[in-house]
């Protein structure tokens, strides 16, 4: 089964960027769709960017997030990005990385992106 691993947030000022990256231990092509979700304590995980493996179709599932957010996927090496731009508080959240086959949908172990004022 693929794995998927996630790097890049941290802690960051109002205005600044981020760089999520998700790193699949096989193929990307194992998965249909790849994308990127958040979740805040107390509230529940939602989706914020989706992406076809294949033909790299890339749909925003928030309206706060278009403009600012890009999701990418690299076939060569294995992973989806998601470029985070004028980032605001309420981008805060544990990001998870997510990977739909027809068999299953695979999550990574989430990473953490506090935004402050």
């Known amino acids: 089964q693929v794995q998927l691993v996630e790097s890049g947030g941290g802690s960051v000022q109002a205005g600044g960027s981020l760089r999520l990256s998700c790193k699949a231990s096989g193929s990307i092509l194992s998965f249909a769709v790849m994308g990127w979700y958040r979740q805040v304590p107390g509230k529940e995980r939602e989706r914020v960017a989706t992406?076809?493996?294949?033909?790299?179709?890339?749909?925003y599932w928030r309206d706060q997030v278009t403009g600012r957010f890009t999701i990418s996927r690299d076939i060569v090496n294995r992973k989806v990005d998601l470029q985070m731009t004028a980032l605001e508080q309420e981008d805060t959240a544990v990001y998870y990385c997510?990977?739909?086959?027809?068999?299953?949908?695979?999550w990574g172990q989430g990473t953490q992106v506090t935004v402050s004022s």
């Open positions: 992406i076809t493996t294949d033909g790299g179709m890339a749909r």
């Open positions: 997510m990977g739909l086959s027809r068999q299953d949908q695979i």
